[in-house]
T-cell receptor
């Protein structure tokens, strides 16, 4: 059973456009929601993360929007650049630091 | 080293052989995770070590898979009697224990079972 559902599976965005990736979860025990970025041949790297008591977090061109009541969160990449082309994984963690990852989104800019 | 180190980076083996994959976590990181990533797939949790606590083995797909962590540092993932469906990238990650755990991943071991 997939604890975190991620969509879309792949995404093509024009340079300068906005990339949006969505995730949903069911387990209300999750207390931390990170996004990881993975380039080919490399391991995933932490991009940005949010706690559930915050509705939005912005770091440069990357923003997480979090909707606690809907149990959904999303990653927005503003002014998308070719260097942003990668696979993005959302995740949710428990207080015991167990991580559950989405299935990933392949972004092409 | 500064990051999580995994070896070998690539491993080709024949069906039925045993393989060992090694992970050197970041020094001082008490938590260590193993994940499996199949082509075009997400990250499948395998096993989680936290300090001296009993590991969470709930993600191991069969009894052919096992892992150990010696001295709270280096970890070895062993796959016995490898099958073609075991072909994947095996990723190791480590983190400090704390209220907000941040995973640091290695570059993975690409395992190919012929």
């Amino acid at each position: 059973q997939q604890q975190v559902k991620q969509s879309p599976q792949s995404l093509i965005v024009q340079k300068g456009g906005i990339s949006i990736i969505n995730c949903a979860y069911e387990n209300t025990a999750f207390d931390y929601f990170p996004w990881y970025q993975q380039f080919p041949g490399k391991g995933p790297a932490l991009l940005i993360a949010i706690r559930p008591d915050v509705s939005e977090k912005k770091e440069g061109r990357f923003t997480i929007s979090f909707n606690k009541s809907a149990k959904q969160f999303s990653l927005h990449i503003m002014d998308s650049q070719p260097g942003d082309s990668a696979t993005y994984f959302c995740a949710a963690t428990t207080p015991g630091n167990q991580f559950y990852f989405g299935t990933g989104t392949s972004l092409t800019v | 080293g500064a990051g999580v180190s995994q070896s070998p980076s690539n491993k080709v083996t024949e069906k039925g052989k045993d393989v060992e994959l090694r992970c050197d976590p970041i020094s001082g990181h008490t938590a260590l995770y193993w994940y499996r990533q199949s082509l075009g797939q997400g990250l499948e949790f395998l096993i989680y070590f936290q300090g001296n606590s009993a590991p969470d083995k709930s993600g191991l797909p069969s009894d052919r898979f096992s892992a150990e962590r010696t001295g709270g540092s280096v970890s070895t993932l062993t796959i016995q009697r490898t099958q073609q469906e075991d072909s994947a990238v095996y990723l190791c990650a480590s983190s400090l224990k704390g209220p907000i755990a941040k995973l640091f991943f290695g570059s993975g071991t690409q395992l190919s079972v012929l």
